[in-house]
């Protein structure tokens, strides 16, 4: 079993950044698939970006360019940077981590992200 804590959300003005951070306890860590999803208020929860065992990353149309997924397997890590924010990016995002060996998925307890001026 995986246990998912995300960090690093909170306010920021439209074309700043963040680093969204994921800690990760369990086994075969790196042999998870990552990734990052988020939700916005009344919106059904969306793939922002995965990020295979192998290192291969892939992205929403929506965030393309702007956004980059990592993971550090030493650490049991998973991060998203992002930049260029715009208000549409407004939401609780979630880190995910699907097992290769149940197909079960697990998921943390969000962290909030706001782009205002």
């Known amino acids: 079993q995986v246990q998912l804590v995300e960090s690093g959300g909170g306010l920021v003005q439209p074309g700043g950044s963040l680093r969204l951070s994921c800690a990760a306890s369990g086994s075969f860590f790196s042999s998870y698939t990552m990734g990052w999803y988020r939700q916005a208020p009344g919106k059904q929860r969306e793939l922002v970006a995965q990020?295979?065992?192998?290192?291969?990353?892939n992205y929403a149309d929506s965030v393309k360019g702007r956004f980059t997924i990592s993971r550090d397997n030493a650490k049991k890590m998973v991060y998203l940077q992002m930049n260029d924010l715009k208000p549409e990016d407004t939401a609780v995002y979630y880190c995910?981590?699907?097992?290769?060996?149940?197909?079960?998925?697990?998921w943390g307890q969000g962290t909030q992200v706001t782009v205002s001026s």
């Open positions: 995910n981590a699907k097992s290769p060996f149940t197909r079960s998925d697990y």
């Open positions: 990020i295979t065992n192998g290192g291969s990353g």
